[in-house]
């Protein structure tokens, strides 16, 4: 089993940046692909970004549009995501998943709890 813990979450103005975290543990020795996605009034679960183990080409939402950049540090075992621009759209709740980078929810196999973003106007 892998547990994934997302941190970093919190309420910010329009045009701010954050930073989520999320610390996997147990079998991290998997070399599991990661991903990120988000829950918001419109989409129930939408792909936001995903890297694979190996940090190589990485995958993002077509609503990114280079705001966002997705990084991982295989040492400390936790995966980043550097919101930059926030828009009030972005509001939701990021969830970490790992297991894929496919940018459908269901081809992941472990979740996070999930880390609430609030973006004001």
């Known amino acids: 089993q892998v547990q994934l813990v997302e941190s970093g979450g919190g309420s910010v103005q329009a045009g701010d940046s954050l930073r989520l975290s999320c610390a996997a543990s147990?079998?991290?020795?998997?070399?599991?692909?990661m991903g990120w996605f988000r829950q918001t009034p419109d989409y129930e679960r939408e792909f936001v970004a995903s890297v694979p183990w190996s940090g190589g080409v990485t995958y993002y939402g077509d609503f990114v549009t280079g705001r966002f950049t997705i990084s991982r540090d295989n040492a400390k075992n936790t995966m980043y995501l550097q919101m930059n621009s926030l828009k009030p759209e972005d509001t939701g709740v990021y969830y970490c998943?790992?297991?894929?980078?496919?940018?459908?929810?269901?081809?992941?196999?472990?979740w996070g709890q999930g880390t609430h973003v609030t973006v004001s106007s």
């Open positions: 998943a790992a297991g894929s980078v496919s940018s459908w929810h269901g081809d992941y196999d472990y």
């Open positions: 147990g079998r991290v020795s998997s070399r599991l692909d």
